[in-house]
């Protein structure tokens, strides 16, 4: 599970659970806590892989966000986040059983629609529970303290505009281009404008579409690359979730079946929180992906369509 906690409330402003620790899970959590808390002054992670990788100091850089790196070999520095993960196993995790979603465990349901009731339980959770417990440390539910501590500065969270949103979230690498015009791209080829020969260019890409590549140098944007010879459709990070089941005790109690009922409730009569914009169940969005872009959820199901067509795919 990836998190972000805000340290002065304790409250999470992003969060999602997945199969693997990469930096497309990473993205998938930190750009709905952006879209729906606003842009902090600093983000503080630890040193693992997916938050070393260039694509985080790049997004962070666009929407300038100091990153900070703990301490190697001193776990004094995560105590909160690590907190809240002793949390979320003794309040949640203990909660999900069979009875109340057997796929997440990889027996009945696809993997997707497995994910997709996790996070949707979460979600609801962490909105109608956590953010409203009185924190131990705090003396204040993590809401009431977020809301508080805004009010105290006169001011509110920093929003990003949608397009700077987009921007910061694709991914870049450096090429230079041929004397016949192309650039190539983890084993595609591209051609480029002529006048770009023998330049070092920017390419500007979704992870999950290596068809759509913006060409950008000096400052300047040259268009899309012409795609001439594909063989792979996303980049080699951007990989499908794969099962791992998740043991967990049961209580024989559907306790995250009456939260998330409760969370529906709370957004119906409440259209003031933000919230639900971002994890909205309408049948043409995916909880947690914004308008437009494609999720990994969408990868999945696209990925194995691909490779039915022969290898690159």
Same mark, same amino acid.
């Given at each position: 599970?990836?998190? &972000?906690?805000?340290? /002065?409330?304790?409250? $999470?402003?992003?969060?999602? @659970? ?17 879209? =729906?808390?606003?842009?902090? #002054? ?12 260039? !694509? ?14 703990? *301490? ?12 809240? &993960? ?9 909660? $999900? ?15 997707? =629609?497995?994910?997709? %009731?996790?996070? =949707?339980? @979460? ?8 953010? /409203? ?7 204040? *539910?993590?809401?009431?303290? !977020?809301?508080? #501590? !805004? ?11 949608? %397009? =700077?949103? *987009?921007?910061? @979230?694709? !991914?870049?690498?450096?090429? *230079? ?8 791209? /983890? ?20 992870? &999950? ?7 950008? /140098? +000096? ?72 308008? +437009? ?18 290898? #690159?795919?």
């Amino acid at each position: 599970m990836f998190a &972000f906690l805000d340290d /002065h409330s304790r409250l $999470v402003t992003g969060y999602r @659970f997945g199969f693997a620790e990469d930096t497309v899970r990473l993205a998938a959590a930190l750009e709905p806590a952006l879209a =729906a808390r606003g842009v902090p #002054g600093s983000c503080y992670v630890d040193n693992g892989s997916a938050y070393v990788d260039s !694509w985080l100091l790049r997004a962070c850089g666009k929407l300038g966000i100091a990153l900070v790196h703990s *301490t190697p070999h001193r776990p004094q520095g995560r105590g909160k986040i690590e907190r809240f &993960f002793r949390t979320v196993r003794d309040q949640f995790l203990v909660e $999900v059983t069979d009875t109340t979603a057997a796929d997440l465990a990889g027996k009945q349901l696809s993997t997707t =629609a497995g994910l997709l %009731e996790l996070n =949707a339980l @979460f979600t609801a959770w962490v909105e109608s529970v956590y953010h /409203h417990q009185v924190h131990s440390e705090t003396g204040q *539910t993590p809401l009431a303290r !977020w809301n508080h #501590g !805004w009010q105290a500065a006169g001011c509110g969270p920093v929003m990003p505009a949608a %397009e =700077a949103l *987009t921007e910061a @979230f694709l !991914w870049s690498a450096l090429r *230079t281009v041929t004397k016949t015009a192309t650039v190539s791209l /983890h084993g595609n080829t591209y051609q480029v404008e002529a006048a770009l020969a023998g330049r070092k260019v920017e390419l500007v890409f979704s992870p &999950f579409n290596l068809h759509l590549i913006e060409v950008r /140098h +000096g400052g300047r944007s040259y268009g899309q690359a012409v795609p001439h010879v594909i063989t792979r459709h996303a980049h080699p990070k951007a990989r499908p979730e794969t099962p791992e089941p998740i043991p967990a005790p049961a209580t024989g109690i559907a306790y995250l079946q009456l939260v998330a009922e409760a969370h529906q409730q709370q957004v119906a009569d409440d259209e003031r929180i933000g919230f639900h914009a971002l994890y909205s169940t309408a049948p043409d969005q995916i909880p947690g992906q914004l308008a +437009g872009q494609l999720s990994i959820d969408e990868f999945t199901d696209d990925q194995a369509g691909h490779e039915q067509d022969g290898p #690159g795919r």
